[in-house]
T-cell receptor
Framework: AQSVTQLDSQVPVFEEAPVELRCNYSSSVSVYLFWYVQYPNQGLQLLLKYLSGSTLVESINGFEAEFNKSQTSFHLRKPSVHISDTAEYFCAVSEWSSYKLIFGSGTRLLVRP | DVKVTQSSRYLVKRTGEKVFLECVQDMDHENMFWYRQDPGLGLRLIYFSYDVKMKEKGDIPEGYSVSREKKERFSLILESASTNQTSMYLC????????????????FGPGTRLTVL
């Protein structure tokens, strides 16, 4: 069965510092991987996705994630965070042609001035 | 842009009441989903629907039912609300799988925070 693990429930970081949010998944078949972001009092928005091809994917606001098949990981990184990046981040996995998205438990990123 | 709206942002109900949570999407998506979000547990799928009047149970359907009479609207029903159903409820929609696109990108509404007293 598929599962997604986000080991860090909360990550505090100072503004302009780099950050990495960790995501590991388990699946016996090929998967698609997603990062969603939830700003306070809002629904989830897709941040970026890995479908195939280049293992490094980027978002429009400076985040990137790298798919590592051997380590079954899809960690999210940003070289320099802003206060406005404070949010909860969810990693999710889906199998090929499946309607289901399996979500991790989320990581709350808290950016301090 | 896809827009998914939910009828209420905050809702307070009493134990035993029948509760309706409504979700509407404006992008003609076939698939619609109801999740509940709880701290430390992430999102868990309650039900999803892949067509009008069609539904499938998700991972935690107990205590819930759904209705999809029109393509754009998907309702979650709590027949007799209980305190353990206090949670954030999120609705999502997605287009169908198609040739050349075999992944499921879901678009979410803003959520309804339900408190059952």
């Amino acid at each position: 069965a598929q599962s997604v693990t986000q080991l860090d429930s909360q990550v505090p970081v100072f503004e302009e510092a780099p950050v990495e949010l960790r995501c590991n998944y388990s699946s016996s078949v090929s998967v698609y991987l997603f990062w969603y972001v939830q700003y306070p009092n809002q629904g989830l928005q897709l941040l970026l996705k890995y479908l195939s091809g280049s293992t490094l994917v980027e978002s429009i606001n400076g985040f990137e994630a790298e798919f590592n098949k051997s380590q079954t990981s899809f960690h999210l990184r940003k070289p320099s965070v802003h206060i406005s990046d404070t949010a909860e981040y969810f990693c999710a996995v889906s199998e090929w042609s499946s309607y289901k998205l399996i979500f991790g438990s989320g990581t709350r990123l808290l950016v301090r001035p | 842009d896809v827009k998914v709206t939910q009828s209420s942002r905050y809702l307070v109900k009493r134990t035993g009441e029948k509760v309706f949570l409504e979700c509407v999407q404006d992008m003609d998506h076939e698939n619609m989903f109801w999740y509940r979000q709880d701290p430390g547990l992430g999102l868990r799928l309650i039900y999803f629907s892949y067509d009008v009047k069609m539904k499938e149970k998700g991972d935690i359907p107990e205590g819930y039912s759904v209705s999809r009479e029109k393509k754009e609207r998907f309702s979650l029903i709590l027949e007799s609300a209980s305190t353990n159903q206090t949670s954030m409820y999120l609705c999502a929609s997605s287009p169908p799988m198609a040739t050349g696109r075999t992944y499921n990108e879901q678009f979410f509404g803003p959520g309804t925070r339900l408190t059952v007293l």
